[in-house]
């Protein structure tokens, strides 16, 4: 399960909107073994394309030096399909070189919502997981889960000390 500070699912659906109807993309960082994203980096797609994304090698490598130095590593890979639903085309699974990432895709074909999900990719092989969206602004005891698209829709309200 992916869970994630709707502050960071904000600024990445902001992002893939801004960036249609090309495809946006970008990482989410957070400490190293910790499964937990914490820092939302925006990045260029160099491809320029409504269909595929590419990093820019020069700011990957500058992004993934950034993380090394400051002891993080990518917690969320995410891009956008601003035709399709959000789920990993082909060429998306065999670029995925982050066995232990999560993959977050965003639909923006819709102008009025969005649909996101979250996936793992490990060795072409696609799972996809639930989405946890963490509003500590609200009450950071309440977590709601969602399940989009596909998946049956879910809703689970956590709330403790009530």
């Known amino acids: 399960m992916l869970s994630i500070d ?19 993309c970008g990482v989410v960082a957070g400490p ?10 925006s990045m260029e797609n160099s491809a320029r394309s409504m269909t595929f994304y590419e ?21 969320v890979i995410y891009h956008s ?6 789920y990993p085309s082909r060429t998306d699974v065999s670029f ?8 977050l895709l ?5 102008p009025d919502t969005e649909e996101i999900r979250s996936f793992r990719i490990v060795d072409g ?3 996809e997981e639930p989405v946890r969206i963490v509003d500590a602004a609200v009450d950071p005891h309440a977590v709601q889960s969602y399940m989009f698209g596909q998946s049956p829709a879910t809703v689970d309200y956590e709330c403790s000390g009530r």
């Open 125 to 127: 092989a696609v799972a």
């Open 55 to 75: 990093f820019d090698s020069m700011e990957q490598l500058r992004v993934w030096r950034e993380m090394d130095d400051r002891d993080e590593e990518p917690v």
């Open 32 to 41: 190293v073994g910790s499964d937990t994203p914490t820092r939302h980096i």
């Open 81 to 86: 399909h601003t035709a399709t639903e959000a």
């Open 6 to 24: 709707r502050s960071i699912v904000d600024a990445i659906v902001a992002h893939a909107r801004r960036d249609h109807p090309d495809e946006a």
């Open 106 to 110: 965003v639909s923006t074909r819709e």
């Open 96 to 103: 995925a070189g982050e066995p232990g990432a999560h993959y």
